[in-house]
């Protein structure tokens, strides 16, 4: 598997899928969510924006920290949004790290695949095409129909095994 060339990070990489700037991925997420009959509000896109800003899987609770000017801000706003965001697939839960991540491949069907890192506690989504493709396949055939999945691939990164 040429995973070198496959994975790569959400925001930082040079894919189609992973827009460098924060604001040009905020527009993009602003249409997809309007083209499914939704609005992307302020406290939605502040959180979206916080996401992308980290540079590791954020908590719930350093997003509330981070929510200056909005005041009202309680931790089931957070979640609230955090829910809306995942359903819009523009952000994944980590189960094992309980944190949330942007999601930059919300134009092409994907199951997420993250990468976790057990040297650095690195987490990079895979820019995965094929995984979801197989996963129905085979889910499908034990009669079971998926919502979403999360992957979550523990090992070493390719910087930590050089
Ligand atoms: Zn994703
Ligand atoms: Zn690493
Ligand atoms: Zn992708």
Redo the contacts with the bound molecule.
């Keep these: 598997m040429a995973a070198m060339a496959q994975s790569h990070t959400h925001v930082h990489a040079n894919t189609p899928c992973s827009p460098q700037e924060a604001e040009a991925f905020l527009a993009q997420a602003e249409t997809l969510v309007q083209n499914k009959g939704q609005k992307l509000t302020r406290i939605r896109r502040k959180v979206l924006h916080l996401l992308l800003e980290s540079s590791e899987p954020a908590k719930a609770y350093d997003l509330l920290a981070n929510l200056d000017g909005e005041g009202a801000a309680k931790p089931p706003t957070i979640y609230r949004a955090l829910d809306f965001l995942q359903d819009m ?1 523009l952000a ?1 839960k980590i189960e094992s790290l309980n944190a949330y991540v942007a ?1 930059g ?2 134009s092409h069907p ?1 199951s ?1 695949v993250f990468l976790i890192c057990e040297s650095c506690g690195g987490a990079e ?1 895979l820019h995965a095409v094929d995984t979801s493709k197989a996963l129905t396949k085979e889910t499908k055939a034990a009669g079971f129909n998926i919502r979403t999945a999360v992957i979550e691939a523990r090992g070493t990164c390719r910087n930590c095994a050089a």
Excluded: I, R
Aim: a negative charge.
């Design positions: 697939g994944h999601c491949h919300a994907h997420a989504e």
